[in-house]
Structure formats: C-alpha cells, structure tokens
C-alpha cells in the first residue's frame, strides 16, 4: 500500500504567519493534492500536481501556493495564515498518470489552528 | 461542471439492518466512480471503485452499482455492522484533457446496538 506521510501533524500559527505543510509519498505516484477537510463540506482540493515541477489550482486555491520540488514532495504554503485556514489538510498521491482511474492513497492529517 | 451529491449528512441505523447511502454525479463524460471511507481520526481510504466493465465492485460487503442512465453510485450493504461507523466520501474521477476528481461532501454513517 501506498506510503504517505505529512508533517506537521498537529501546528499552532498565527494570524499573518507564514505555515508550510509538507507531503512525502514513497511509492513513486505522479498525482499528488492537497486538500481541507471541514464539518458540511467534505474535502475540497486546494491545489494538485502531475509531477515534479508542476503545480495546477483546485477548487479553493486563494491563500494557499503549492510547491512540488520532486517526485516525493508536496508542499502547501500558507504565506499570510487566518483564521478561517483552521482545519484538517490531507495531502493524498494517486497512481494513474492522465487516466481517470486514479485511486487516492492518503495521508494521516494535520491539524491546523491559525490564532 | 462535474460535481457528487450525497444528500444525507447524518445516517443512523440499529445494527444488522441493510444500509443504503447515496451518491448522484454530474459529469462531462463517462467518470469513474468511487467510495472512501474514513474511520474516526484516520485518513480516508479507497473502499471501492466502479470498474469500465459494468462489474459490480464489492468490498467488506459493501457493493455499489454505477448505473449511467440516473447518474448514480449508491453504497449498499445487506447487515450493517458497529464497526460500519464511519464518514463516507463518494467521488468521481474523470480525464478530458485536464483530470478532474471531484468528491461529496460525505455522509456519517452511524451503526447503534
């Protein structure tokens, strides 16, 4: 099964703070996206990347920049945290490179609380 | 644009009775369907997918039947077990030149004795 891990899994910021959130993946997946996780809206994808280098906007992109500096790598970029960024971001990778039947292996979480 | 309905929030059910939860899609084209499940503090998983050959997928006794002509993956179970209680996450993905994985927003399965 597909490894995934993330770190922080649990960060305090404050308001105007920069955070980064990081994703590793060892399986060697092409797909990588970060979403949020929050009570009635399920997950919405920030920002997704079909390889090293390149980064693509989802759903709810505004505040948030992405960075994919390798096969393995996945970072999410808060530059200017609020408060309404508080929630639980999962980075998940998936392993069908352009095909639509890509499962998506995901990682444990991280909590975030911007004060 | 593409997009997954899951029109209950909240499912509550006495153990062993069958549970039915569901999913409506809009797509531009022929997507795959899938079901995630996400057990209390965990990450979701992948707990079944719609295969190309009309197969009906089965997993842990849940099966779905993606049906085209109601744009619909409907999550079934015959007895719905404690252990069952989870957040349910319908997805769909799809590739028509840019990819395309939408997800539900998730329904709360709740199994009580």
């Known amino acids: 099964e597909a490894a995934v891990t993330q770190s922080p899994r649990n960060k305090v910021a404050v308001t105007g703070g920069k955070v980064t959130l990081s994703c590793n993946q060892t399986?060697?997946?092409?797909?990588m996206y970060w979403y949020r996780q929050d009570t009635g809206h399920g997950l919405r994808l920030i920002h997704y990347?079909?390889?090293?280098?390149?980064?693509e906007k989802g759903d709810i992109p505004d505040g948030y920049k992405a960075s994919r500096p390798s096969q393995e790598n996945f970072s999410l970029i808060l530059e200017l945290a609020t408060p309404s960024q508080t929630s639980v971001y999962f980075c998940?990778?998936?392993?069908?490179?352009?095909?639509?039947?890509?499962?998506?292996?995901f990682g444990p979480g991280t909590r975030l609380l911007v004060l | 644009g593409d997009s997954v309905t899951q029109t209950e929030g909240l499912v509550t059910l006495t153990e062993g009775l069958p549970v039915m939860l569901n999913c409506t899609y809009q797509?531009?084209?022929?997507?795959?369907l899938f079901w995630y499940v996400q057990h209390l503090n965990e990450a979701p998983k992948l707990l079944l997918k719609?295969?190309?050959?009309?197969k009906r997928p089965e997993h842990q006794g849940f099966h779905a039947t993606l049906h085209k002509s109601s744009s619909s993956f409907h999550l079934q179970k015959s007895s719905a077990q404690l252990s069952d209680s989870a957040l349910y996450y319908c997805?769909?993905?799809?590739?028509?030149?840019?990819?395309?994985?939408?997800f539900g927003a998730g329904t709360r399965l709740k199994v009580i004795a």
């Open positions: 998940a990778s998936g392993d069908a490179w352009g095909g639509a039947q890509d499962t998506q292996y």
């Open positions: 399986n060697n997946h092409n797909n």
């Open positions: 990347s079909y390889g090293a280098g390149s980064t």
């Open positions: 797509s531009t084209y022929s997507p795959f």
């Open positions: 719609s295969f190309t050959d009309n």
């Open positions: 997805a769909l993905s799809e590739y028509t030149g840019n990819y395309k994985y939408v």
